[in-house]
């Protein structure tokens, strides 16, 4: 007899940074993002992959300008727009990455490129920007034009309006998560933080699919993402208590942030410890959320 293919339904979570502010409104936000999250269940309804359907949505937060990644970046201490961005394939662990990338519209794109073009996971600078230009990948003609320089105007060092990242599971069990930022505000020129950094800021196996968002240098200090992951996998914790221990082992080294976390079977985590964190989902039952949570 031949094995029935397992067909599963689909899911999908997304986060736009772990740095809501306190009195913003931020309305635009979670109607933006649950558009997304639609979009994402018609592109997975429709039989897209889980990668397919990660790096779409994380391109469109890119592309908007409303969040600290892609269009909406804000420049480093020296003027300069330097983008990281990753995504990983769970199915077969394959990633791909770019850091302090400078001259590109959709980071998140190269990153994919890194994957599937390239025999490297992680290309930086000047090296990142000259593979995206021999992918043909979309150039910024003027910069000062280009970006929106979201929240430009916020402490230096803090995250404020952050990241964007998405985890997906698609009718065939597959995951991916995909992560884009600029970063936080005013970095130092060359300060690459966690978004690029498989095990640190993004993660995916056959288990789980995770993104995260918040001060970069704890959650690289804790391989925070692939952490989540092997404590289900090895230490067969719950998924809630695997990300919440994450965090606190985050907040133990002086951070704090929140991350997306979706696990083969359709559970969904996205905890945070900073004030406020926007995110949405579609659950396997098919329920949409979209909110900006706060403490
Ligand atoms: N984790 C990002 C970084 O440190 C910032 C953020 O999530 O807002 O680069």
């Not at 931020?26 to 790096?55: F, I, K, P, Q």
């Amino acid at each position: 007899m031949p094995r029935k293919l397992s067909r599963k339904r689909p899911a999908l979570v997304v986060h736009g940074g772990a740095g809501a502010l306190r009195g913003v409104d931020y309305g635009r936000e979670v109607t933006h993002m649950r558009g997304l999250v639609e979009l994402g269940r018609d592109l997975l309804a429709g039989g897209a992959s889980a990668l397919d359907a990660a790096v779409a949505v994380v391109a469109e937060m890119e592309a908007s300008g409303l969040y600290v990644a892609g269009r909406g970046a804000s420049p480093n201490e020296g003027g300069l727009y330097e983008l990281d961005a990753a995504v990983m394939d769970g199915a077969t662990q394959g990633a791909g990455a770019v850091a302090a990338l400078q001259g590109f519209a959709a980071p998140i794109r190269v990153a994919r490129a890194v994957m599937e073009k390239s025999r490297h996971v992680l290309f930086a600078g000047t090296g990142a920007a000259r593979f995206a230009r021999e992918q043909g990948m979309t150039p910024i003609a003027d910069p000062e034009r280009w970006f929106t320089r979201v929240g430009y105007e916020t402490p230096a060092g803090t995250l404020e309006t952050g990241t964007v990242g998405c985890a997906a599971l698609d009718k065939r069990g597959r995951l991916a998560a995909a992560t884009s930022t600029a970063g936080v505000f005013r970095k130092a020129v060359g300060r690459v933080g966690d978004s690029p950094i498989v095990g640190a800021g993004v993660w995916a196996d056959r288990t789980v699919a995770v993104s995260c968002t918040g001060t970069g240098e704890m959650f690289v200090r804790c391989a925070a993402a692939a952490q989540l992951a092997f404590r289900l996998r090895l230490g067969r914790q719950s998924l809630a208590r695997a990300a919440s221990a994450v965090l606190t082992e985050v907040k133990a080294l002086g951070g704090n942030g929140g991350l997306i976390a979706l696990t083969s079977q359709g559970e969904i985590a996205m905890p945070f410890n900073s004030y406020g964190m926007k995110r949405a989902a579609l659950t396997i039952e098919g329920e949409i959320i979209a909110e900006v949570a706060r403490r």
